[in-house]
């Protein structure tokens, strides 16, 4: 039901861009996000955006260089990844939120996508 792409191995301060699908009865009337698992570590919120694209959220890693957005006639959520850094590596995940607002924790995600790999190097 979410299907992301859009990963790769890149170099540090290159740019990226992911996209994840989402059926209609998942996507229409919720929030989306963003949300990345390194090796060993927990996953973490990236970026957030509310069912009608007007309010976004990010982590304080991410803020100023990444940006979260949506197109509902697509049934899409992108995420542009500018000036990312080797700790940027990390397999990210698209989720779709319970309700029309994006949360900050996974707990407030019930769908998730399968995952796209994104590798920087230094």
């Known amino acids: 039901q979410l299907q992301a792409s859009g990963g790769g191995l890149v170099q540090a301060g290159d740019s990226l861009r992911l996209s994840c699908a989402a059926s209609?009865?998942?996507?229409?009337?919720?929030?989306m996000g963003w949300f990345r698992q390194a090796p060993g570590k927990e996953r973490e919120f990236v970026a957030g955006?509310?069912?009608?694209?007007?309010?976004?959220d990010y982590a304080d890693s991410t803020k100023g260089r990444f940006a979260i957005s949506r197109d509902n006639a697509k049934g899409t959520v992108a995420l542009q990844m500018n000036s990312l850094k080797p700790e940027d590596t990390a397999i990210y995940y698209c989720?779709?939120?319970?309700?029309?607002?994006?949360?900050?924790?996974?707990?407030?995600?019930?769908?998730w996508g399968q995952g796209t790999l994104v590798t920087v190097s230094s």
């Open positions: 989720a779709a939120a319970r309700s029309a607002v994006a949360a900050t924790t996974a707990r407030g995600y019930n769908y």
């Open positions: 209609r009865r998942i996507f229409s009337n919720n929030g």
């Open positions: 955006i509310s069912w009608n694209g007007g309010y976004t």
